[in-house]
Structures are given as C-alpha cells and as structure tokens.
C-alpha cells in the first residue's frame, strides 16, 4: 500500500542554518504532497503541498519540490528561526477519497 | 470563521468502558476525517465520510471501534471496550469535499481529543 517515510529526528539546528527535511514516498499514481507541522501545544496545520510532478509549494520560507522521478517531496528552509520550532509531518494524499498517509514526524528544535 | 472542534480534550477511562468523542467540522464543509496519533503507530487514518456516508472505514482497527455522523455535520467516534492500546490523541479534520482527482483539498484539524485508557 501507499506509505511515507521521512527522516528521524530530533533535528537541533542554530537560529539561520539551512534546513532540509527528508521524506520519499510509494505510492500508486499520482497522488497530491503536503507537508503538516504541529506546533507545540498546537494543532495540525497545513504549511504547504503539491498536486503534481515538478511542483513546488512554498509557504512562510519553507519550500518543498514534487520529485516524481525519486518520489521525493523533501522540505527546506534557507535560514531557520526559534519560532519554527515543531513537529513536521509529511503526507500524501489517497487519490480514493482523500484521506491523508502520514509520514512519522520529525521534531525540529531550533536554538538561539 | 470558526474552525473544527472536538470534545472533550481529555478523556480518562478505564479499561471495559465505552467512550465517545465528538467532532464539529467547520461549517460547510462535507468531508469529515478522523486519524489517530499515537507515540508506536505516527499518524493513522480511521474512517472518512462524505455527508453522512462513510465510503471509506478501513482505518478502524477493530469492531470495537464506531462512527457516525449526523446532518452532515457532527460525528461521534465510539470506541466500545477500551483497551489500553486504545490511549492516543484522536484527531478529526474537515474539507469541502468537492472531490476532484485532480485537486487535493486541504484538510483543516481540530486539536484533538487526549484519551487515556487505565
């Protein structure tokens, strides 16, 4: 079946460093790539996605690139911030009816 | 405009009990969703429905576990006989629901319910 795999965290990086955030995926057709994150004591919230192949979604400095040839949505941001410390979720889409697969979550914490 | 509420926040119970958590998806919206998060299994797709149908169960991970949804609007997620492998955080989300295989919707979460089976 279709299913996420991202990278374990925790991930500890300095206020400004480059991020990069790894996920892949399998999956039947095409399905539509999103990226979740859960900010502490928070709910889940959408911070970006894309529908098909050589997309790129992009939000609050964070990008991420629909690669069907690696099967790869990985996420990056060029200069972190404390404030985007969280729980990032990587996810895919069922093209069934929509319910979501999810990746198992990377812990970001980002140090002053 | 109001987004997806869920109550309670926190249930404890014990082991045998029945527990039902309920789910207001935002107004308007058609689909309804629920997932499970818990620290072994991540993030865990249950059951969708479209109006008050639910085309899709195959999350539900026994016959212990129910759903239905009423006015296509609120569900109740009932878990009968809870075990403690049942303790996790149950998450409902919403989406228009003008399904398009071409367009994936944005699912909007609520802040989920805390159960904790003893």
């Known amino acids: 079946g279709d299913s996420v795999t991202q990278m374990e965290g925790p991930v500890t990086l300095s206020e400004e460093a480059f991020l990069t955030i790894n996920c892949t995926y399998t999956?039947?057709?095409?399905?539509?790539l999103f990226w979740y994150v859960q900010y502490p004591g928070e709910g889940l919230q959408l911070l970006l996605k894309a529908t098909k192949a050589d997309d790129k979604g992009s939000n609050k400095g964070f990008e991420a690139t629909y690669r069907k040839e690696t099967t790869s949505f990985h996420l990056e941001k060029g200069s972190v911030q404390v404030s985007d410390s969280a729980v990032y979720f990587c996810?895919?889409?069922?093209?069934?009816?929509?319910?979501?697969?999810f990746g198992q979550g990377t812990e970001l914490s980002v140090k002053p | 405009g109001a987004g997806v509420s869920q109550s309670p926040s926190n249930k404890v119970t014990e082991k045998g009990k029945d527990v039902e958590l309920r789910c207001d998806p935002i107004s308007g919206h058609t689909a309804l969703y629920w997932y499970r998060q818990s620290l072994g299994q991540g993030l865990e797709f249950l059951i969708y429905f479209q109006g008050n149908s639910a085309p899709d169960k195959s999350g539900l991970p026994s016959d212990r576990f129910s759903a239905e949804r009423t006015g296509g609007s609120v569900s109740t997620l009932t878990i009968q006989r809870t075990q403690q492998e049942d303790s996790a955080v149950y998450l409902c989300?919403?989406?228009?629901?003008?399904?398009?295989?071409?367009?994936?919707?944005?699912?909007?979460f609520g802040p989920g319910t805390r159960l904790l089976v003893l």
């Open positions: 996810a895919l889409g069922d093209n069934q009816g929509g319910k979501l697969i």
């Open positions: 999956a039947t057709g095409y399905p539509s």
């Open positions: 989300a919403s989406s228009l629901g003008t399904w398009d295989r071409q367009y994936q919707e944005t699912q909007y």
